[in-house]
C-alpha cells in the first residue's frame, strides 16, 4: 500500500503526481474502504413526476431508433427521427405511469443511490513502491544511486533488491574502465 487518503480526490491527485513525473501508473490502483450506501431522497414522485420523466427517458430510446432508421433507410428524411422520438416519449409515459401506480404505496419518493468510502487506499505492485514512495516524496529524491547495471531489474523500472544486507548501507562505485584511468 502506497497511502491512505480520507477523499477520492486526494488519492488522485496521489496518482496524477506520478503520472506526471512518467510513473507506469498501469501497477496503481485506488481501492475504497469501509462503503457506505447514501440515498438521497430528490422529492415526492406523482402522476405527473412519473409521466414527464417516464417520457423524457422514452424519448431518447425514441430517438436513437429514429437515428438508426435515418442512417439505414433507402430514402432518409428527418421526419423518421421525430416521428420515434414522439413514439418513444408515448410509451414511456404509458410504462412510467404504469409502473408508478403498481407500486405507488410502496415507495411515493424519488431517489439517487450513491456508495461512499471512508478512506482511499492508492496500492502498488511492491517491485514498483520504493519508486513510488520517492516520487510523492518530493522532487530529486529518485533515481538512488546505482552501484552497477547489474543492480537494476530487468525492465529497469525499479533497482533490485542487494543480496547481502550489508550492500544497502554503503554505495559502491564500479571500477575505473580503461579509458578512464589514462
Known amino acids: 500500500m ?17 503520472a506526471k513525473a512518467e ?9 475504497g474502504t469501509d462503503l457506505t450506501t447514501v440515498e438521497r431522497i ?11 420523466t417516464g417520457a423524457a427517458s422514452g424519448s431518447w430510446l425514441g430517438l436513437f431508433f429514429g437515428l438508426l432508421l435515418f442512417l439505414f433507410s433507402p430514402t432518409p428524411d428527418f421526419s423518421f427521427i421525430l416521428a420515434a422520438a414522439l413514439i418513444g416519449a408515448g ?16 415507495r411515493d419518493f424519488a431517489s439517487t443511490h ?3 468510502a471512508r478512506v482511499h487506499q492508492v496500492i502498488v505492485d ?14 530529486g529524491a529518485w533515481p538512488p544511486p546505482v552501484a552497477n547495471a547489474a543492480s537494476t531489474s530487468p525492465g529497469g523500472d525499479s533497482p533490485a533488491a542487494p543480496a547481502d544486507p ?5 554505495v559502491q ?7 578512464q584511468r589514462a
Open 2 to 18: 502506497l497511502g491512505e487518503y480520507e477523499t477520492y480526490q486526494a488519492a488522485q491527485a496521489a496518482v496524477d503526481t506520478l
Open 23 to 31: 510513473f507506469p501508473i498501469k501497477h496503481l490502483s485506488i481501492v
Open 42 to 52: 430528490t422529492g415526492r414522485l406523482t402522476y405527473g413526476r412519473a409521466a414527464f
Open 91 to 106: 410509451f414511456g409515459m404509458i410504462f412510467s405511469i404504469v409502473s408508478y401506480a403498481v407500486n405507488r404505496r410502496r
Open 114 to 116: 450513491q456508495v461512499l
Open 126 to 139: 511492491p517491485q514498483h513502491a520504493a519508486r513510488a514512495r520517492h516520487l510523492l516524496a518530493g522532487p
Open 166 to 170: 550489508a550492500e544497502s548501507s554503503s
Open 173 to 179: 562505485t564500479p571500477e575505473p574502465t580503461p579509458d
